[in-house]
């Protein structure tokens, strides 16, 4: 499972980094949504996985030898509001953004004009 996920991370890294590169600023906004989920899914990777064992019993001991970490998931939840935080202020500038220009082409954007 781990190496699925591993490709999963590097298909959503390669995309990323190919729409990062397009002059569309929606692109832009699609390839750092990517970025954000390919993090969050190297960081549950790392943390482990093992599936349909409980991390600790009743009385406190480890079921495990080596238990889940709960902080990645924590991390990862952390990071997903944050992310849709972040992804509806990009949607929003990219609204102003179309709204001042007309158009959503980055290389639009000059310093020289009055927006």
């Not at 549950?44 to 970490?69: E, R, S, W």
């Amino acid at each position: 499972m781990e190496i699925l996920l591993a490709i999963v991370v590097g298909l959503l890294y390669a995309a990323g980094v190919y729409l990062l590169l397009r002059r569309s600023i929606v692109k832009l906004i699609l390839g750092i949504m990517f970025f954000s989920h390919a993090t969050n899914l190297l960081i549950f990777v790392v943390g482990g996985l093992h599936k349909g064992q409980p991390q600790y019993t009743a009385n406190g001991i480890a079921a495990v030898a080596n238990p889940t970490d709960p902080l990645p998931q924590a991390l990862i939840l952390t990071a997903i509001v944050i992310g849709f935080g972040i992804t509806a202020f990009f949607l929003a500038l990219m609204y102003r953004f179309y709204q001042t220009t007309g158009t959503e082409d980055l290389d639009d954007m000059t310093e020289g004009e009055n927006l």
